[in-house]
């Protein structure tokens, strides 16, 4: 592949090379001496290999086989300090040691499991969870509960931990879908968004793709079509109106 990644950082390859399409994603844990290729919607290549990248003694599978029911992963987390490979799909997380047996996490939710995004934080050793219908948290990476707080229960997405703050940055939806905004936590329980920052909540009714974080400028940064939004601390945010793309995601090199 023309293409290195390092530690389970997805790149939307947007062209073709080789058996790669538009919307496909490649994941490389380096750990684990695995690479990930997600092709389409069920279809999942995995490939041993120390030597570089390439896809080498590959296991083509799918989602059915793989996790032993349908499942449509939308996005992949390693946890190195827990050793653990996470797979987030429509129908919950499930996590391997090696990338080969897989299990389910336990879903502790009456809201629907379906989850779009998750974030580890090493300093507390907890894992969030952005699901359709509520926040979940997990203390020990595999039992995943509901936090009480539900002012944004219509549920988040593109959640970031940012070590240098001591903070989960989210993008949530108010109870009702009558506003989205930007919410941080310092412990993943209780959440909050601040209310005197008009760039806090978006110009538009449409939800930013991406949420992307660079620690050399410790900065994070979410693109919501050709409006920019950034932070330098997850509470004050700025708007760019004029920034411009043909692009649908945002990618930080040299973190």
């Keep these: 592949f023309p293409v290195t990644i390092d530690n389970a950082v997805s790149v ?6 080789g058996t790669m399409a538009t919307g496909d994603y490649m994941y490389h844990i380096k750990e684990l001496g695995l690479t990930i290729l997600i092709r389409g919607t069920y ?6 290999s120390n030597e ?21 992963i939308q996005g992949v987390e390693y946890v190195r300090e827990l050793g653990l490979l996470y797979l987030f799909t429509n129908v919950g997380i499930f996590y391997s040691d090696d990338g080969l047996s897989w299990k389910q996490c336990n879903m502790m939710s ?24 509520s926040i979940m948290i ?18 988040i997405s593109y959640i970031e931990w940012v070590d240098s703050w001591g903070l989960f ?9 009558t506003r989205k905004m ?10 909050d968004h601040f209310e005197n920052n008009k760039e806090n909540m978006f110009k538009s009714t449409s939800i930013p793709s991406n949420l992307v974080y660079s620690s050399k400028l410790d900065m994070l940064i979410a693109q919501q079509g050709n409006n920019l939004y950034y932070t330098y601390d997850g509470k004050i945010w700025y708007y760019e109106p004029t920034f411009s793309t043909s692009g649908s995601g945002l990618i930080v090199t040299g973190k």
């Design 182 to 191: 930007f919410v941080y936590s310092s412990n993943g329980i209780i959440w």
């Design 138 to 155: 997990s203390k020990n990476g595999i039992d995943f509960k509901s936090i009480p707080d539900n002012r944004y229960s219509d549920g």
């Design 169 to 177: 940055v989210a993008i949530a939806k108010t109870q009702g879908a």
């Design 43 to 48: 279809t999942v290549y995995l490939s041993f």
């Design 12 to 17: 939307n390859l947007g062209a073709s090379y």
């Design 52 to 72: 570089n990248y390439g896809l080498q003694s590959n296991i083509v599978t799918d989602t059915r086989i793989m996790l032993a029911r349908y499942a449509l």
């Design 110 to 133: 009456e809201n629907g499991t379906s989850v779009s995004d998750m974030a580890y934080s090493p300093s507390l050793d907890v894992i969030v969870a952005a699901t359709n219908g």
